[in-house]
């Protein structure tokens, strides 16, 4: 039993070791440019090889002057979050906010449907009773590409005064795009990839101070109000990647509850469902300190960087919240309670998993819904084929807490009871099996779920296209519970295996 | 049943109208200014009294454009916080934080007892590692007053170069002080009075940025690297006051345990007692939907608002552990992990508060603490009496929580819950005795408290000074639940009874 509850940390340390190797930069340890350095002789090899990530980031040194060593474990985490207010009607507030930070001239993002709406319709009101200068794009894409971002980057340059601030009014896709015009207008000569995540992007770290942004949500569950994280689809790539840094988290997030009062049943199954995933998945991330290797500079901590004590507080805050309310939510359009407790729930998880990370579900949930021919979901009146997010994350939940159990069986069990589950009498070995049929139950009870990625249309001949899709997906991979050998033939085996057991159920 | 339920309900409310009145600026409603204002005709008298922290505030004015009343209730809260950094050894960091920041000329705050301890001498090795140009100020006064303040202050401003970023290595006496020089080296016109708080200062908001503020706490206890709050004696009036607004919180806290191991038995218990107040007062502190009235422009929301359901999380969790660690990290000096889950605990606690309030312990604490005249607390190696902050805090905590019990006795029942008394078959009314008990018992177990302001050196006929001196408390005093009348009479005489029935037991 011992042995067996030490393996999956052994596991861990090796998986990660071998995924710095591949994915960070070349080795570089500042150590070794420092005569007679105190810690040198401490120094083996394969700590020189795990510290790459100090170096040269865009002609920028982030040396460890102090010594800190970066072959060995992380030992410290961090934890930051944007400013949140939350309370019914307090999107009118919007206007005295951007006035008292001063704001000239400011740029408010939205999307075609939300631009008709009374969240947008109130922060306009808002800002025109406080007398504020603003220029409204309103063509975020829905989902967005490295495409439909440039456009809108390319929109806020060639305004003819710089905008001093950004308003985001809208679901993740707004708020995303907002983040990122935010960051290139500060970078104005910044090639595109230059903070584009690893391996795919450069993954520079973020160092210049940007302009304020106020993000109103509109739908709960993203929590991308609270997070320095930006989701996108690299066309080039063909895969979703994104930025993630703490510096990109929004001044302030305005949760206005009556702001996602027009959502229609499904629209609150999908973004609760991403809610609880943030939850679950950030509660059961690997623990930040066994993830290597240490940064060599702080700016260089990762803010997908584990779980940690501070992150699980919110997490599980949030996990007890979505599995108490999101079933109301998704029943009753009147029940505001239910509502309001979920877009609390849906901040409260963007706090966890903005400071601790996702792992698999979110990792696979990008090819399925990417690799969706014919799919559609209820209530999303949308012109295209669409696999929501929250349904492509919620797919393969049940398969994957079963087979992360193993690497944390006290977390899964506490997540079992949450879901209704008696597991007194139910040895740490079954506690995958049985919070694996907890989720199953939740997903067919809420209701309009596809029980399966069958249901999403796929067979099993489109596993391997998936696996290939979830594969560069490093950032969340890496923080994966109970993974045997990330970055090798054995990590492609267990997601296939994850994926066909997510076939149907 | 359901009347005792809903009259502290409206108790609470004309308390709070009272308080008001009484404390606030001359009435000002921004809606009179305005012709054919849409809610003119519901504005009734009461709301106009109400409208009082609308106005002028060093002479610009915070109007409230989009026609918010604030008359009316508050209807949201607003949660802010530090970046948090925690670990052991993560001081040595704070010299790449400064550069990452831009900081070119620093000033390091601490006092004489820390300046020669291992927390300082790492952070400035690590400020020389990094070559960050800094100056050491080592003359902060413990338990702060406005004069030993003005002295750090005078010192900043005469610096020949301008500093550019604060650290502050210390505890929360370190740490307020550096808040308040950070302020007033931002706003050097300004009058020392202008950001104290109402009624004793103008209680004006912060609107201008200030400068990078590290804190590096040295203590398991005030939770102040992750606030907005500055405590210190305002001699003139013979109280203790502070400076109280988010725009003050640091940029950073730097929670690193091995910085805490130095502390002898009884400090841990003297801090830990102030983190175990701030979890519970804060817990149970009005509800920030019942206060009034709702600020006219944002930046006038104080972060003393009341409960809520995010500071909830944060003091809920603090009560809990450190009901667990802090016995462990009193006991046995070697305990580290009992002692880095008390500093984890307070900055915890920290965030909770520092977004809710506190009530009675601490607005009582201050004249128990200022009253003194021989009382000396062992470990505590200072020239002159002194009753640690912690320990001037618990000593009416078991009358407190007694009396507050009938306001939300399931809180306090809760909370007696994690004191370990079963509460399964006591009634709500006997709620508060119980977890009054449960405050006794840990207190006595804990070991070197005074167990009642007799064991402190008062008797009956001091209550009447330290009645007056909890008073001007507003800031405190009206987030306290269950008080019948603030602002009268009756205030005094609950007053008088906790701290009567606090003597001795």
Do not use: W
Not at 24 to 46: A, D, L, R, S
Not at 188 to 197: Q, S
Not at 425 to 451: H, R, S, T, W, Y
């Amino acid at each position: 039993m011992s042995i067996a509850r030490v393996l999956p940390s052994l596991r861990t340390r090796a998986a990660s070791l071998l995924n710095t190797i591949q994915f960070t930069h070349p080795p570089n340890c500042p150590c070794h440019g420092v005569p007679n350095h105190p810690h040198h002789k401490q120094h083996n090899e394969m700590a020189s090889l795990l510290g790459g990530v100090a170096g040269k980031f865009g002609g920028r040194r982030f040396a460890s002057p102090a010594g800190l060593h970066t072959g060995e474990r992380e030992y410290a985490f961090e934890m930051a979050a944007s400013s949140i207010r939350f309370g019914p009607g307090c999107t009118r507030e919007v206007g005295m906010d951007l006035a008292n930070l001063g704001a000239q001239n400011v740029l408010v993002l939205t999307d075609p449907n939300i631009a008709e709406l009374p969240p947008m319709l109130t922060a306009i009101e808002a800002l025109e009773a406080s007398n504020i200068n603003y220029t409204i794009f309103k063509d975020v894409h829905v989902e967005p590409k490295d495409t439909s971002v440039k456009a809108a980057i390319a929109f806020a340059k060639n305004s003819p005064k710089p905008f001093d601030a950004f308003l985001a009014v809208g679901g993740g896709s707004v708020m995303d795009t907002a983040k990122i015009v935010n960051l290139y207008t500060t970078y104005p000569d910044a090639d595109f990839l230059d903070f584009v995540n690893a391996p795919l992007g450069k993954g520079l770290p973020i160092t210049k101070k940007l302009a304020p942004l106020i993000c109103i949500p509109t739908t709960s569950g993203t929590g991308s109000e609270t997070t320095g994280t930006a989701i996108f689809d690299l066309t080039t790539a063909k895969a979703k990647t994104g930025i993630a840094h703490r510096a990109l988290k929004p001044t302030l997030g305005i949760c206005d509850p009556l702001n996602t009062r027009t959502m229609p049943p499904q629209v609150h199954a999908s973004s609760g469902l991403d809610v609880l995933f943030h939850a679950l998945e950030s509660y059961t991330a690997i623990p930040y300190n066994t993830r290597t290797p240490r940064p060599a500079n702080p700016v260089l901590r990762p803010a997908y960087q584990g779980a940690n004590p501070i992150s699980d507080v919110f997490s599980l805050q949030a996990l007890k919240m979505t599995v108490k309310y999101l079933p109301r939510a998704v029943r009753d359009p009147d029940d505001y309670e239910a509502q309001e407790k979920m877009l609390l729930g849906a901040t409260l998880a963007g706090v966890g998993f903005g400071n601790a990370g996702v792992h698999l579900c979110h990792g696979m949930s990008y090819p399925i819904s990417g690799n969706n021919k014919s799919y559609r979901h209820a209530d999303y009146s949308v012109p295209n084929p669409l696999i929501p997010h929250g349904v492509s994350v919620a797919v393969t939940a049940p398969a994957v807490f079963a087979f992360t159990a193993a690497s944390n069986p006290d977390r899964h069990r506490e997540a079992a009871e949450i879901f209704g589950i008696d597991t007194t009498n139910v040895p740490d070995e079954a506690v995958g099996e049985k919070l694996g049929e907890g989720i199953k139950k939740f997903l067919g009870e809420l209701g309009g779920q596809p029980m399966g990625l069958k249901g999403l249309g796929y067979t099993r001949g489109d596993v391997e296209r998936l696996v290939e899709g979830t594969l560069p997906q490093r950032r969340v991979l890496m923080l994966a519970p109970g993974m045997k050998e990330p970055g090798t033939e054995r990590e492609r085996e267990d997601l296939a295996g994850l994926l066909e057991r997510s076939l149907e159920y």
